[in-house]
């Protein structure tokens, strides 16, 4: 359950509900590694199309600590492999993430028939928002 504001939620989902970009960073050997990546917000979870065998996804895999960082926001998550893009499970996010990543999403980058392609989503811990001088402090509820 979250434990922030309904402003600092409609401020997520209006900056964060769409197609964008954020840096991710996960562990490797207690070192962080940190890349940019395509992600959408959601309820508390950002999304990402990936692919199952990369790095970000071994490290997740060993280690689900992870950090996000975009436009005035940076917080702590949990990465967790949703599995195959297409599997009937994922469904609605695929649906959603379809319409967030149309610019994009079918110009030959992703492969949805390799069962490889999977859905990451980073479940937020806590994390600190600004926006219009305001400072909005986030912590999720276990």
Not at 114 to 120: A, F, M, P, W
């Amino acid at each position: 359950m979250a434990n922030w504001s309904p402003e600092a939620e409609r401020i997520l989902s209006e900056r964060f509900g769409k197609d964008n970009v954020i840096a991710l960073a996960t562990v490797e050997n207690g070192a962080p590694q940190v890349r940019y990546v395509n992600a959408y917000y959601e309820n508390g979870a950002f999304y990402v199309i990936t692919y199952g065998l990369s790095n970000k996804m071994r490290q997740l895999e060993k280690d689900p600590q992870a950090a996000i960082a975009g436009e005035w926001f940076t917080a702590h998550g949990i990465g967790e492999n949703l599995g195959y893009f297409g599997k009937p499970e994922n469904a609605a996010i695929a649906q959603k993430l379809r319409r967030a990543f149309a610019t994009w999403i079918d110009n030959g980058h992703n492969d949805f028939s390799d069962e490889n392609t999977c859905i990451l989503r980073v479940r937020l811990v806590d994390g600190v928002l600004f926006s219009h001088g305001m400072r909005y402090d986030l912590v999720f509820e276990a």
